[in-house]
Each structure stands twice: as C-alpha cells, then as structure tokens.
C-alpha cells in the first residue's frame, strides 16, 4: 500500500507524466479537484434504500431495457469471477449482476447496489473515469487511485441517453489475480458492444413512433442512429450520430430534413424533392399504371405525365 501511495503522489508531481496519460491525469483530478488521499482505507460511500429507488425511477425505461443484456454478458463473464454493473451518470451502482460465492467479495470491495463509483468519491476507478472522460476505459488493477482497489480489474463504457446526455456506465470488475491486461481487453470489447446495445434499445424506445435511420457516417463504434418523423425531419439522433453530423452532444434538435443531413442534395429541391418523392410512391403502389397513380393522386392521367416529364420520371 505504501508504495502504490508514493507512486501516485510521485506521478502526479511530476510535470509530463498527467500530460501524457489519462491515468496519471485521473490521478490529479483525485487529489486535486476532489481532494482524496491513495491511502484511504475506507469503502465507498453508500446512498440509503429511498435515495436508491428514486435513482433507479429517474433512469426510466433504462433500466427495463438494460436488464436482459446485462444478463447476456454477465452469462458471458460471471464463471469467471466478474460482477456486472450498471450505474447511473452519477456513478451509483443501480443494478448488478455476481454469483453468489462472490457476492461477499464484491461486497467487501463495495461493489454493491448503491455505493457511489465516483472519481469525487473514489478515484480513479472504471466507473468514476469512464463517467468523467465519456469514454471507454480499463483501468488495470494499479491503475486505480486508492491503494485499497488495486486488486480490482475494471473495464467500462458509458450509455448515452436519447437526449444526448450521459446516463450512466457499464462495469465489468474482477479482483482475480491472475486476469491479464489481454483478457481485460477482451472483457471490454464485450462491454463497450453491451453498452451500444442498451444506447440503441433505449432510443429505440424512447422514439417508437418515429423511423429510426442507421447512419454510417465514418469507422466508429459509437451507435449512429436517427429518428426521423413522417415529414423528412429529424427528430431524434444518439450521441454518436450527433458527434458526426455537428448537431450539438445534447438536448433538443434544431429540425433538419434527414435527405439533407444525409447529404442527399442531388436533384430537386423543396417542394419539385416532395413533389417527386409523392409522384414515385404512387406510381409504386400502382405497380408503374400511371392511370391508376393519377387517380390515386386525385390528378388526370395528362397532369401525371407532365409532371413526370417536368420532374425527370420515366413513364415506363
């Protein structure tokens, strides 16, 4: 323990070290903005059984809908000695996953339903960096900031919720000592794909009556998604999506037509693009009769053929 405490503070003082790795700046952040002392022995701190029910209502449906993945994952991981977690954008533990001989073990950690994960409260840990970076992190065993985590493995990605805003992380720890770096990488390859799931489940749900558009925009594993209303006009777009296409990380939309978003600017504009889009999905429905889309149109057959010829439809 004394030497994982002299390593931190000598990590922090030196003045490259916080610049080139995010460890090293998680550290800082620890002692600097939150305060918090390596040594520490004593064990997260735990909101009470009211203060839990009224985190878990504030997450809505996430909860609902992360419940089968995190039994999917944990089916994948839980022989292996690995609790599952799911916490809240604040880093209290919401809901878990263990087996029952270790369940005292994470609970000893503070692995439990209701402690607080936190960088402010903990440290440098998965949970607390993940939440505080938005990013994908493993933190590997003396990695962690308090000498009394550095038996623990910890490989998180953060859910984003449909508006754009964090909602929370999903853990995998283990306090196995013989689980390597190249097993914790795999590990988190399988976080960050769970984690995905439950972002596009819950925008999913949470834009059910609208028409979900898989934007793939560049190589990016972050969920690429659209809602996009009866009109054209996008409604709805997952953080990934709003990372790509400059629409602010979160909060409401200014409306877009997706065909624009898109990069779809070939051909008609305005209303000749609504004209034609209308013309073509008559002349679908009609199997290409044009006097059966005219009449569906409410238009004579000549009008139909005018516009056609006006907005560059073939009559075949």
Not at 133 to 147: G, S, T, W
Not at 207 to 213: A, E, N, T, Y
Not at 239 to 257: E, Q, S, V
Request: a neutral charge; proline letters at 3%.
């Amino acid at each position: 323990m004394k030497e994982h405490v002299e390593t931190v503070f000598r990590t922090v003082e030196s003045r490259s070290a916080p610049a080139v790795s995010r460890i090293a700046a998680s550290w800082r952040r620890s002692i600097e903005r939150h305060g918090l002392h390596p040594g520490e022995e004593s064990a997260p701190s735990r909101v009470d059984g009211s203060q839990l029910r009224q985190r878990r209502d504030r997450t809505g449906s996430l909860l609902q809908i992360a419940a089968p993945k995190l039994d999917q994952l944990f089916g994948l991981v839980g022989q292996s000695g690995c609790t599952v977690v799911l916490t809240d954008a604040e880093g209290v533990i919401l809901d878990q996953r263990c087996t029952a001989a270790d369940q005292d073990a994470f609970e000893h950690w503070g692995l439990a339903q209701g402690t607080d994960w936190s960088e402010a409260s903990v440290g440098t840990n998965g949970v607390g960096t993940c939440i505080a970076e938005e990013r994908n992190v493993i933190v590997h065993r003396d990695e962690h900031f308090l000498a009394r985590n550095v038996a623990m493995s910890c490989m998180d990605a953060p859910i984003y919720a449909p508006d754009g805003h964090i909602a929370g992380a999903l853990d995998v720890s283990s306090a196995r000592s013989d689980q390597t770096e190249a097993f914790n990488r795999l590990i988190a390859a399988m976080v960050a794909q769970t984690a995905r799931q439950i972002e596009v489940d819950t925008f999913r749900a949470a834009f059910s009556g609208s028409r979900i558009v898989y934007a793939e925009k560049d190589s990016t594993e972050a969920a690429m998604l659209l809602a996009v209303d009866a009109d054209d006009i996008v409604i709805g777009a997952t953080r990934g999506a709003r990372k790509a296409f400059g629409l602010g990380a979160y909060g409401p939309l200014t409306p877009m037509p997706a065909s624009d978003l898109l990069g779809r600017e070939d051909g008609p504009t305005g209303f000749e693009k609504a004209e034609r889009a209308a013309v073509m999905r008559a002349l679908a429905r009609a199997k290409g009769n044009v006097s059966e889309a005219a009449r569906g149109l409410g238009v004579g057959r000549a009008t139909l053929y005018r516009r056609m010829k006006r907005l560059g439809i073939g009559d075949n």
